[in-house]
């Protein structure tokens, strides 16, 4: 089992930046990559980004490319999301997801396990 801790949401204004991180625990060897993903109401889970645990291979959904960061620190088992330019769309509730094998990494049905999630509000 892995276990995910997501921290760093919260209310910031529009063009401003936020940093989220996810920490990992657990059975974290088997972890293959991480991903962010993010659902505003009413609206389906959509992918944000996925950064592959070993490697550091980056991967970005359209809407936040140039925008946001993943990067991930292998010694604390820990993925960032650098976000930067936030927009008012930007808002909904961001989950991290881990998936311990190779697959398509925007798809959130590939991913085994998922934090708690944590709300980023952007103001305009």
């Known amino acids: 089992q892995v276990q995910l801790v997501e921290s760093g949401g919260g209310l910031v204004q529009a063009g401003g930046s936020l940093n989220l991180s996810c920490a990992a625990s657990?059975?974290?060897?088997?972890?293959?990559?991480m991903g962010w993903f993010r659902q505003a109401p009413g609206k389906e889970r959509e992918f944000v980004a996925a950064?592959?645990?070993?490697?550091?291979?980056?991967y970005y959904a359209d809407s936040v490319k140039g925008r946001f960061t993943i990067f991930r620190d292998n010694a604390k088992n820990t993925v960032y999301v650098q976000m930067n330019s936030l927009k008012p769309e930007d808002t909904a509730v961001y989950y991290c997801?881990?998936?311990?094998?190779?697959?398509?990494?925007?798809?959130?049905?590939?991913?085994?396990?998922w934090g708690q999630g944590t709300q980023v509000t952007v103001s305009s």
């Open positions: 997801a881990a998936a311990r094998f190779r697959s398509i990494v925007a798809i959130p049905g590939n991913y085994g396990y």
């Open positions: 657990g059975r974290t060897f088997s972890i293959y990559n």
């Open positions: 950064v592959i645990w070993s490697g550091g291979s980056t």
